[in-house]
């Protein structure tokens, strides 16, 4: 059973940090472009980040430029949000998705509607 699971979500101060794991099961992440997506109250799904197969190409929302990260690690079948600096208006439900590509190469989106396979999600609260 094809499977992510995200981890690593939890309430934090202003300025604090968090980094979000999304592990795969039942199957491997090397032909897979990866996005993080989050979901306020209220909101739509927004595009974060995301990395190419290949890891060699990355994007951020502008929300998030400079103060997010992601990155992969294939050994692990692993991908990581790494978000400091973090604000109340980061607040929501983050998921990490699975985007099928041919081959392993440089193509990424943020758009959620290219995605296959999604992941249950992790809340992540930034208050005082």
């Known amino acids: 059973q094809l499977q992510l699971v995200e981890s690593g979500g939890g309430l934090v101060q202003p300025g604090g940090s968090l980094r979000l794991s999304c592990a795969a099961s039942?199957?491997?992440?090397?032909?897979?472009?990866i996005g993080w997506f989050r979901q306020a109250p209220g909101k739509e799904r927004e595009g974060v980040s995301c990395?190419?197969?290949?890891?060699?190409?990355?994007n951020d929302a502008d929300s998030v430029k400079g103060r997010f990260t992601i990155s992969r690690d294939n050994a692990k079948n692993t991908v990581y949000l790494q978000m400091n600096s973090l604000k109340p208006e980061d607040t929501a439900v983050y998921y990490c998705a699975a985007m099928r590509t041919t081959y392993i190469g440089r193509y990424y989106s943020l758009r959620p509607g290219e995605y296959n396979y999604w992941g249950q999600g992790a809340q992540v609260t930034v208050s005082s």
């Open positions: 990395i190419s197969s290949s890891g060699g190409s990355t």
């Open positions: 039942g199957f491997t992440l090397d032909y897979y472009a």
